[in-house]
């Protein structure tokens, strides 16, 4: 008898304890969480309409002649260290369904820094300041040479133009963001329309395009290699009517796995202008260094052209794309109109 009310007792105390804990307070206690939800009006749309606007923007640039401002820097978690340089100013032409162009021009003297012209496969990249004319493949990169030695030209091609035609995907993301007002970083929505390509290997991601669900345009492409690592990863802002055609004033493309990054802020645009054939011809410079990166890396030589002698002339000042030292007022965008509205 005795065991079974100590047992009865002990029972009794439990179940009170329980009962009265709560209530006192030490087990539970809650805080207000703070929102970190954007508050902005959000638009919303469909994969199927997603879809239509990236193919009606990329049927109607069919090719593009731009003046730009070029903010370039270099390195990252592999260098230890970021440098950014002066920013330049330079010239984009694109012509579909692969032909790129791009000089950056140094300040002041507007000397050219660099040249560079691909048709989607292969690429030409001068450098006078080094004196080096380097060709081969748009995927052949070198760890060893510097970032501007391993800047592509398909890289930016890929980052200015939206593709089509393509298997895609709709998926519903975050963006961090800052709330206009306070300026404290929140989560808003937005739509990512992954975009999935079939190679030898099988299916792979290749790229993901993010709508900011504000305005309903693209803001963001990732772009991935065939190992599923991120190639590029490109922003847009500052989107402008140019002619009826929606184009960011602004692009930024970061380059990880070569450690750079280009700001690239339209000035001037023309699209769809005729292009010709000899605006994307870039011969080697006379006295450069050749560099061919489709040979093995102990049969590359670097082959000196002959020196040619010439008078010496002043040189006249570039105007975009043409021949090296002399540019036709054709071959750059009309500085007398300017096509944005």
């Known amino acids: 008898m005795g065991v079974r009310s100590t047992m009865s007792r002990f029972l009794r105390l439990m179940v009170m304890a329980v009962i009265l804990l709560p209530m006192a307070g030490c087990v539970f206690r809650s805080h207000r969480v703070e929102q970190r939800i954007s508050t902005a009006h959000l638009q919303e749309a469909t994969k199927d309409q997603l879809i239509e606007f990236i193919n009606k923007e990329a049927n109607q640039v069919q090719s593009l002649n731009a003046t730009v401002d070029i903010s370039p820097a270099v390195g990252g978690s592999k260098k230890g260290q970021v440098t950014e340089y002066t920013d330049i100013s330079g010239y984009v032409l694109v012509r579909k369904p692969s032909m790129l162009r791009m000089i950056g021009l140094a300040p002041v003297i507007r000397n050219r820094m660099f040249d560079m012209v691909s048709d989607g496969v292969n690429f030409s990249l001068s450098i006078p300041p080094k004196n080096k004319f380097i060709v081969g493949r748009n995927d052949t990169i070198h760890a060893g040479h510097s970032a501007l030695e391993n800047l592509r030209p398909q890289a930016i091609f890929d980052a200015l133009l939206l593709p089509q035609n393509e298997i895609a995907v709709l998926e519903n993301t975050w963006e961090p963001v800052l709330e206009p007002k306070s300026k404290k970083p929140v989560e808003e929505p937005d739509y990512t329309i992954d975009v999935i390509r079939k190679n030898g290997d099988g299916w792979h991601l290749s790229r993901k395009i993010i709508f900011n669900r504000e305005d309903l345009l693209p803001n963001r492409q990732i772009i991935y290699d065939k190992a599923g690592n991120v190639a590029t990863d490109a922003r847009y802002e500052a989107y402008g009517n140019y002619n009826g055609i929606q184009f960011p004033s602004k692009i930024g493309i970061n380059r990880p796995q070569e450690e750079y990054d280009i700001i690239l802020e339209v000035v001037k645009a023309k699209f769809n202008e005729p292009l010709t054939d000899e605006q994307f011809q870039l011969p080697q410079p006379q006295g450069s260094e050749l560099v061919r990166l489709d040979l093995p890396e102990s049969q590359r030589l670097q082959i000196p052209q002959p020196q040619v ?33």
Do not use: L
């Not at 010496?312 to 509205?341: E, I, Y």
């Open 309 to 341: 002698r010439q008078k010496k002339t002043k040189p006249p000042q570039s105007h975009g794309p043409g021949v090296q030292n002399a540019d036709p007022p054709s071959a750059s965008p009309d500085r007398s109109q300017d096509d944005k509205q």
